[in-house]
């Protein structure tokens, strides 16, 4: 289906008030398949519910996984003028052209696992504005960045990670999460690329400052989006919505891309449902935004660097998921015996 | 290195006290390669510590993962007659032919993954002694069939899942892991195939009962495989050791592989420093079982299938390890900026 068109945040709440939902004649062809496959009943755990879920949420039966794609967004924050980053802004840049190089990290995942990779920079030369003094973006530079996000989705895609690079956004990841939750900063706060000590003091000092300056302005998910988050965050909310009108299932990747889905949510319960994360951060506020979401990151490595790199790991486990549910022998094909026979 | 030749448990205990190390001058090349990969430093988190695990167990730099391989092995447990499981012992060799004919999960997973596949069956037509009543195996057979996954294990593999399909040998695997780490049979004891309420209870007393007997003649960790092990755990003890001389990294399944290869670890500590631990079985004993080993799984996906389905899944985390070692740029060859520059 293709998704509405979007202006303003009045559309967008429109548009998450009528997401489409799950294919149930799918998932009742995956549940009545599952018990006939040659293993004990639950053995392949979470697999056999992955399976199921992609059969849902891309309407079709068996699932397919045959085109997988990862797609990361780039984007500047005014923030990172406060020294929230180990690194300067410039690396946001030098960053775009290693992904367009080949170098980066998701470059060598996606060429090991046959994954298409596509890589957009959002206006780098034009940070956001720092958010300690202004919102980050006004609502027309905002929807700009979700209706660009939700333009790469196409049909077709059997299972889409998104993923981010952009230097300061694990401070706008906090600052978003916190204005969409609450709680502490310093429950919010991590070290990043590699922010310790009296610079994490000062990152959590931003990220409280921050959230004090427009909480009481923010009387919507996608206000908090626009005012707390980046142009790169607000992409990927933009692609996660979009994902969901063309029945493309979405592999989070970590702390930055699940906070911007996070205010989908926020704004309409369920809204994330077509999505699954791809694994727990290191980042330690990633831990508490999944409880808020209830969801189960499918992997834990210890990995905080984003590009989508943990949730293309993870596309693999959805791949063996889906191979599984298809190709395996049921107990009457294969002549193997059932349970207590 | 060609491993040595076993005829007895007295030329295990030598192999074992005679085990390869790791080679650090690979692994030096590794430590010294990776702080200047265009990443934070420690943001690919677990990746990073594979790739150079991978490099010190392959003895070179950059480790390689062109060449996977999954072997698993079956055999028929005599304890099968005791009722503990939720299938017919006929259901190992009916499984073997589905393997045979790639109708099994473990095929599915291969050809999706592109891991080279075999399967061995360990005379299905001869199960082990019923371990309630006289040693699994005698001393010879015990040996035969570790010499035989010894024989399996080929130089040039990159890295090797192992794993196992044997109607009765989480049983087994309980009762090897009460015999070589003590504790209660219900610590140990798990569903299986599915074995719940009074069945359950009936299989933990069986567990229980196979340790008293035994308990007072286990003069050696061999010498508990031999009395409460079975064929298919013996020879994964094989290939896990052979695998040490060949250089050839491993990957276990799940919990009667680790209990299989737990064996080694308690006759030498140390001897298991070659394989990861594929992912945390479903099954609950194999998390105490982790413990004692110092292990920490890769996956964590409620599986508990065997057939080398979690450490096939597994594989992939390190492919994607050496990839992102072997292929990413440097901070200087792709012109990022460096930490605090």
């Given at each position: 289906?293709?998704?509405?068109?979007?202006?303003?945040?009045?559309?967008?709440?429109?548009?998450?008030?009528?997401?489409?939902?799950?294919d149930e004649v799918a998932g009742e062809a995956a549940a009545?398949?599952?018990?006939?496959?040659?293993?004990?009943?639950?053995?392949?755990?979470?697999?056999?519910?992955?399976?199921?879920?992609?059969?849902?949420?891309?309407?079709?039966?068996?699932?397919?996984?045959?085109?997988?794609?990862?797609?990361?967004?780039?984007?500047?924050?005014?923030?990172?003028?406060?020294?929230?980053?180990?690194?300067?802004?410039?690396?946001?840049?030098e960053m775009v052209r290693n992904f367009e190089a080949g170098?980066?990290?998701?470059?060598?995942?996606?060429?090991?696992?046959?994954?298409?990779?596509?890589?957009?920079?959002?206006?780098?030369?034009?940070?956001?504005?720092?958010?300690?003094?202004?919102?980050?973006?006004?609502?027309?530079?905002?929807?700009?960045?979700?209706?660009?996000?939700?333009?790469?989705?196409?049909?077709?895609?059997?299972?889409?990670?998104?993923?981010?690079?952009?230097?300061?956004?694990?401070?706008?990841?906090?600052?978003?999460?916190?204005?969409l939750y609450g709680g502490a900063a310093a429950d919010w706060?991590?070290?990043?690329?590699?922010?310790?000590?009296?610079?994490?003091?000062?990152?959590?000092?931003?990220?409280?400052?921050?959230?004090?300056?427009?909480?009481?302005?923010?009387?919507?998910?996608?206000?908090?989006?626009?005012?707390?988050?980046?142009?790169?965050?607000?992409?990927?909310?933009?692609?996660?919505?979009?994902?969901?009108?063309?029945?493309?299932?979405?592999?989070?990747?970590?702390?930055?891309?699940?906070?911007?889905?996070?205010?989908?949510?926020?704004?309409?319960?369920?809204?994330?449902?077509?999505?699954?994360?791809?694994?727990?951060?290191?980042?330690?506020?990633?831990?508490?935004?999944?409880?808020?979401?209830?969801?189960?990151?499918?992997?834990?490595?210890?990995?905080?660097?984003?590009?989508?790199?943990?949730?293309?790991?993870?596309?693999?486990?959805?791949?063996?998921?889906?191979?599984?549910?298809?190709?395996?022998?049921?107990?009457?094909?294969?002549?193997?015996?059932?349970?207590?026979?």
């Amino acid at each position: 289906m293709t998704p509405p068109t979007i202006t303003s945040f009045a559309d967008l709440g429109r548009a998450v008030a009528a997401l489409p939902g799950p294919d149930e004649v799918a998932g009742e062809a995956a549940a009545k398949r599952e018990p006939q496959l040659t293993k004990p009943a639950g053995a392949l755990g979470r697999l056999e519910e992955l399976a199921a879920w992609l059969a849902r949420w891309q309407g079709r039966h068996p699932p397919a996984v045959g085109v997988l794609k990862a797609h990361v967004f780039a984007a500047n924050h005014g923030v990172a003028a406060r020294g929230v980053s180990a690194y300067p802004a410039s690396v946001t840049a030098e960053m775009v052209r290693n992904f367009e190089a080949g170098g980066a990290a998701i470059n060598q995942l996606c060429r090991a696992f046959g994954v298409a990779f596509a890589a957009d920079a959002l206006k780098l030369d034009r940070p956001t504005q720092d958010f300690t003094k202004a919102p980050a973006m006004s609502e027309v530079e905002c929807v700009d960045a979700i209706v660009f996000g939700m333009g790469v989705v196409t049909d077709g895609t059997d299972a889409l990670a998104l993923g981010e690079m952009g230097i300061g956004n694990t401070t706008a990841a906090a600052a978003l999460a916190m204005g969409l939750y609450g709680g502490a900063a310093a429950d919010w706060t991590g070290a990043g690329t590699g922010v310790v000590g009296e610079r994490l003091k000062q990152k959590t000092a931003v990220v409280a400052e921050a959230v004090a300056l427009h909480r009481t302005e923010i009387a919507s998910p996608f206000e908090a989006l626009r005012r707390l988050g980046g142009r790169e965050l607000a992409a990927i909310a933009g692609a996660v919505l979009a994902a969901r009108f063309r029945r493309v299932p979405v592999v989070l990747d970590g702390y930055a891309a699940t906070a911007a889905a996070a205010v989908l949510e926020a704004a309409q319960p369920g809204a994330l449902d077509h999505c699954q994360v791809g694994h727990l951060s290191a980042e330690p506020g990633h831990r508490r935004l999944l409880e808020h979401l209830g969801k189960t990151p499918l992997l834990d490595l210890g990995m905080r660097l984003g590009e989508a790199t943990g949730a293309v790991l993870a596309l693999q486990v959805l791949k063996g998921a889906a191979a599984c549910h298809a190709g395996m022998a049921t107990f009457q094909s294969a002549g193997v015996s059932g349970k207590d026979s």
